[in-house]
């Protein structure tokens, strides 16, 4: 039996100006601030068994935690006063489980499968503000686009994978596969209204394969 643990952190901090406009006139300054923390956490434990250890496998646990953080603010305030601004948060939390095997039926008939669960959230706060700080008469008044409005994306999945490859000989091997692939559902990461903070859904993926592989060259090349 082998048992492995990998662990891992990462830390983004950045803040930055500009000029946004586009042009050499001091039209339109903006200011952003960004924060990414993440965590991950993976358990495996892999072994071999049956007679002549002829099934190898590998089970395991893994997790994903983040907390994103952007904001920041326009302000055209040279010309129209107009100003904007925006502070989106975002929690996400992924864990999944998951067991494959290898299993040589013959010398040369080999089968893998595997199974994987995962589940994802994301729960985001999003918030926008723009108006005009203009006198009245000259600016638009001020009005509200989103203020704290929340949203939430939760999906789960079951994805196996099963598949057999035969060895014809020592440079030839032929198989079938078939997979399955899960991506969890999401939102813009810069919506302008309320109309477009809706969220999306997951993504799933079937795959099928037939094919074989041969070796060519002393093994220098493979087709």
Known sequence: ?????????????????????GTPLPGTFTWDTSKHEQFTQEFQLSGVTGANDRVDWTTG????????????????????SSFSDHHDDQDLTNYAVFAHFNWAITEKLSMSTGLRYTDDQKDATIYRRTGNTAPPGIGAPQFLLIDNGLVTVQSEEWSPKLSFDYQFNDTLIGYVQLSTGFRGGGFSPRPANALQRTSFQPEYIDNFEVGVKSDWADGRLRY
Request: glycine share 8%.
């Open 1 to 21: 039996l082998h048992f492995r643990s990998t662990t891992a952190y990462r830390d983004f901090d950045n803040s930055f100006g500009r000029d946004s406009d």
């Open 61 to 80: 646990f893994f997790y994903y935690d983040a907390f994103d953080s952007n904001q920041g603010y326009n302000n055209g305030y040279v010309y129209t």
